[in-house]
């Protein structure tokens, strides 16, 4: 995972969005998140930006363009104050957080994002696509653990991060594609034990000693700890749906949605750049910041990508999603419909 206080990582990471490199990555290694920081831009007009937007991350390889679009002025040009809030305990944490008012905009997993407001989470709408490949979830037990296989297991105790984060409700997803609702025919609450552990490390620990049998988390922020032999890998699901939209809570859409989607053109510059420069600079950049393999970090690149433009949602993403929650229990038939998840102010539905 990508750490919660990036100012102590250098940047290995000097271009534009035109994959133009205007310093070697040698010379770029000598400088740090802080003393980008500390050099304002030429463009950033203060008087624009009305307030200053907190985004909500989980700290892992897809959130590295934010990084890059803080750090490169990306933020400043586009006239918005942005401050980064780590959210290691992942959609639920920022969901909560959301409803706390501790940050404006949350990149999110989308099947949290659709359950929540499904379920009256009335305090925040989505706006946008973030990263629109679909998420890997690898199926992790402890080491010595005695399941061997998916199939066992049914009935057993499952690690998360917290009630609505992607591993709570990827678990009811599994549960529907291995046939284990309809079994208990009893209702989700009977399918699994919870043990709620707030970040990855706790759950790692715990199939390990034995108060979880098993986790859900994403495949490449496992692998490592796969390769070490600390936890195993006994399966993988892939849900047919983008993997992280933008959910902006509606204070701020209401009173600074302009600043909003200048917030969102940033990223996107930011997305833009890193995925264009994926065959070096951006590979070094994950490589140095998260101390990943080089061939686990290029096998990722070959299976992410980046919407094209943030502010776009796919209503059928959005409807897949839904009648998959409602087939997996998790949502309530009808469900609501793409037109009232979104804030069409800014999300454009396509």
């Given at each position: 995972?990508?750490?919660?206080?990036?100012?102590?990582?250098?940047?290995?990471?000097?271009?534009?969005?035109?994959?133009?490199?205007?310093?070697?990555?040698?010379?770029?290694?000598?400088?740090?998140?802080?003393?980008?920081?500390?050099?304002?831009?030429?463009?950033?007009?203060?008087?624009?930006?009305?307030?200053?937007?907190?985004?909500?991350?989980?700290?892992?390889?897809?959130?590295?363009p934010?990084?890059?679009?803080?750090?490169q002025?990306?933020?400043?040009?586009?006239?918005?104050?942005?401050?980064?809030?780590?959210?290691p305990?992942?959609?639920?944490?920022?969901?909560?957080?959301?409803?706390?008012?501790?940050?404006?905009?949350?990149?999110?997993?989308?099947?949290?994002?659709v359950a929540?407001?499904?379920?009256?989470?009335?305090?925040?709408?989505?706006?946008?696509?973030?990263?629109?490949?679909?998420?890997?979830?690898?199926?992790?037990?402890?080491?010595?653990?005695?399941?061997?296989?998916?199939?066992?297991?049914?009935?057993?105790?499952?690690?998360?991060?917290?009630?609505?984060?992607?591993?709570?409700?990827?678990a009811?997803?599994?549960?529907?594609?291995?046939?284990w609702?309809?079994?208990?025919?009893?209702?989700?609450?009977d399918?699994y034990?919870?043990?709620?552990?707030?970040?990855?490390?706790?759950?790692?620990?715990?199939?390990?000693?034995?108060?979880?049998?098993?986790?859900?988390?994403e495949?490449?922020?496992?692998?490592?700890?796969?390769?070490?032999?600390?936890?195993?890998?006994?399966?993988q699901?892939?849900?047919?749906?983008?993997?992280?939209?933008?959910?902006?809570?509606?204070?701020?859409?209401?009173?600074?949605?302009?600043?909003?989607?200048?917030?969102?053109?940033?990223?996107?510059?930011?997305?833009?750049?890193?995925?264009?420069?994926?065959?070096?600079?951006?590979?070094?950049?994950?490589?140095?910041?998260?101390?990943?393999?080089?061939?686990?970090?290029?096998?990722?690149?070959?299976?992410?990508?980046?919407?094209?433009?943030?502010?776009?949602?796919?209503?059928?993403?959005?409807?897949?999603?839904?009648?998959?929650?409602?087939k997996?229990?998790?949502?309530?038939?009808?469900?609501?419909?793409?037109?009232?998840?979104?804030?069409?102010?800014?999300?454009?539905?396509?």
């Amino acid at each position: 995972m990508l750490p919660c206080q990036p100012l102590a990582v250098t940047l290995p990471y000097m271009g534009d969005a035109d994959g133009d490199v205007r310093h070697s990555i040698k010379d770029a290694r000598r400088r740090n998140f802080s003393s980008v920081l500390q050099q304002p831009s030429p463009h950033f007009n203060s008087t624009m930006a009305t307030t200053t937007i907190k985004i909500g991350y989980v700290p892992e390889h897809f959130s590295t363009p934010l990084y890059i679009a803080r750090d490169q002025g990306f933020f400043e040009e586009n006239s918005v104050s942005v401050q980064l809030v780590c959210c290691p305990g992942g959609t639920g944490e920022m969901t909560q957080k959301l409803q706390n008012r501790e940050i404006d905009l949350a990149i999110a997993l989308t099947e949290g994002l659709v359950a929540g407001i499904s379920k009256g989470q009335d305090w925040y709408k989505i706006v946008g696509t973030y990263v629109d490949a679909p998420l890997c979830w690898a199926i992790s037990t402890g080491s010595q653990s005695k399941h061997g296989s998916i199939d066992t297991l049914n009935h057993s105790k499952v690690a998360i991060s917290r009630y609505g984060s992607g591993s709570h409700i990827m678990a009811y997803v599994l549960a529907d594609q291995q046939g284990w609702l309809e079994s208990n025919n009893s209702g989700e609450s009977d399918v699994y034990g919870f043990n709620v552990l707030n970040n990855f490390q706790a759950m790692r620990d715990s199939v390990n000693d034995g108060s979880s049998d098993f986790f859900m988390w994403e495949t490449f922020t496992t692998k490592p700890y796969h390769d070490s032999g600390e936890v195993r890998r006994i399966g993988q699901i892939t849900p047919p749906w983008p993997a992280f939209l933008f959910a902006a809570h509606v204070d701020l859409l209401q009173n600074h949605a302009a600043d909003l989607q200048r917030t969102l053109k940033a990223i996107q510059k930011a997305t833009n750049l890193f995925m264009a420069q994926k065959e070096d600079t951006s590979v070094q950049l994950v490589m140095n910041i998260l101390n990943y393999k080089e061939e686990d970090v290029r096998n990722w690149f070959k299976t992410v990508s980046y919407a094209k433009d943030h502010s776009h949602v796919s209503s059928r993403a959005l409807q897949v999603t839904v009648s998959t929650l409602i087939k997996a229990g998790v949502v309530n038939a009808p469900g609501p419909s793409p037109e009232s998840l979104c804030d069409l102010q800014v999300a454009v539905l396509e």
